[in-house]
């Protein structure tokens, strides 16, 4: 309809002054333990936009390596997509300044495996100005870069409509009832309340896995993306997850002596805002069960280990570091497919039948003064690096680039500790400064 179109159009998801497209790269094949890789066999190919530093992938020419076999210094900076300056907006009396970067991953076996995470910044969000979204999409499987970049485009999209949909109805509503004549205005349209916007996200995710099932240009059976994203509106930030991606936020508390920048002369407390959506959670675990899944790690299918369920579990932070490496995966009964290591995700078409979903969990909260620093970021931040190591690292600077440069370089120098190899890292870094 003309409503929807004209409430697409204001979803600026391929903007190239906010946002830089990206890819993740692939996993181990099943020959090679692992720790949480998504699926045990994977190939894809990047993307970028303009105005970034590019990342350079020559397939012709392997990375230059160090003694250890690591990556020289400047081949990781090739691998690097970073906003060049972070940027500032005003939403209501919050003002925000954000950045975001993203670093494709190394395997060793197969070195010009691409970055399959993706990102998508949009202000301004469904042509309201104190509206913004914020949303980070790590791909998996064969074509994960695809689905990665289908659900960077498509969801918000399709947030957008729905909120436009919605708030249209109530502004002709309230127009017909006070006798007036509606008004294309959409910052004086009707905020929305909590409920409706989750409503709408739940929705919109299930429509973009819906789409992405039905696309030609995806193949989606044994390939997907997690989503996790943040909408501001209305004094709130709504969190939508699906899958293993995560979202903290860094709230100001007393009692503590981490160092912080000027602007944070308080330490800040790590808050998770969502919940990683694996088999580790005894909630998740006996929903997919019930759908028909075996359950086991790697190790459990092939007999090397007993079967059992003593996995280790989340702490109260939501967080399950796991330095063993034996992650329990999804598996039908009578094949050894899709080995999944989450139980939600947008794709995974086969996944479905053993109940990997693409509802999202969301929660809302109101912004205070409190609030700080809001990170979304993928797995590959959050595999060795705690919420709350994540939050000290925000509060050392006062400028979220220099934020999204140093996770980048703690994840890395974590991953090297315990592996041979590097996932994607991906992360948005989001400083709040609420006005009374």
């Not at 990047?46 to 020559?58: C, D, G």
């Not at 409509?161 to 007036?180: F, V």
């Not at 939508?240 to 508390?253: H, P, T």
């Not at 440069?405 to 890395?412: G, H």
Request: with cysteine.
């Amino acid at each position: 309809c003309a409503i929807c179109q004209m409430g697409c159009q204001f979803s600026s998801v391929d903007d190239d002054r906010d946002m830089a497209i990206v890819g993740r790269s692939s996993h181990n094949s099943f020959s090679a333990p692992l720790k949480k890789d998504r699926y045990r066999s994977i190939s894809g190919h990047t993307t970028r936009e303009k105005k970034y530093q590019p990342e350079k992938n020559n397939d012709n020419e392997p990375p230059e390596l160090d003694k250890n076999g690591h990556l020289i210094p400047n081949e990781v900076e090739k691998r690097i997509v970073r906003m060049l300056s972070s940027k500032i907006n005003q939403i209501g009396n919050v003002t925000i300044r954000h950045a975001a970067s993203s670093q494709r991953g190394f395997y060793p076996e197969d070195v010009h495996k691409p970055n399959q995470d993706s990102y998508s910044i949009d202000n301004k969000f469904a042509g309201a100005c104190d509206d913004s979204f914020f949303a980070v999409y790590d791909g998996h499987g064969d074509d994960g870069h695809t689905c990665a970049r289908f659900a960077k485009k498509k969801l918000p999209m399709l947030m957008t409509k729905y909120m436009r949909q919605l708030r249209i109805s109530e502004a002709q509503n309230l127009a017909r009832n006070k006798g007036e004549k509606f008004v294309w205005k959409p910052d004086d349209w009707p905020d929305l309340n909590k409920q409706q916007c989750e409503e709408i996200s739940k929705r919109a995710h299930l429509k973009c896995n819906e789409e992405i099932h039905d696309s030609d240009g995806v193949l989606d059976a044994f390939s997907g993306t997690t989503s996790c994203s943040a909408l501001f509106h209305s004094g709130r930030i709504m969190i939508s997850n699906v899958g293993d991606s995560r979202a903290i936020l860094g709230k100001k508390v007393e009692g503590s002596a981490i160092p912080q920048a000027p602007s944070t002369p308080l330490p800040l407390r790590a808050i998770p805002l969502s919940r990683d959506q694996t088999p580790i959670r005894r909630d998740e675990l006996e929903r997919v069960k019930e759908c028909g899944a075996r359950v086991m790690t790697f190790d459990q299918l092939t007999g090397d280990s007993p079967i059992d369920e003593d996995w280790v579990e989340e702490n109260d932070q939501g967080e399950n570091i796991n330095l063993e490496g034996t992650m329990p995966r999804l598996w039908f009964k009578d094949a050894q497919n899709p080995g999944t290591a989450f139980t939600r995700s947008i794709g995974d078409s086969r996944g479905e039948k053993i109940g990997v979903i693409a509802e999202p969990e969301c929660i809302s909260v109101e912004i205070t003064k409190d609030d700080r620093i809001l990170v979304i970021a993928s797995d590959g931040v959050f595999e060795f690096l705690t919420n709350q190591e994540v939050i000290d690292i925000c509060a050392k600077f006062d400028d979220p680039c220099h934020a999204c440069e140093d996770i980048l370089a703690a994840s890395y120098k974590k991953w090297l500790q315990y592996e041979n190899r590097t996932d994607d890292i991906t992360v948005i870094v989001i400083y709040l400064d609420k006005k009374e």
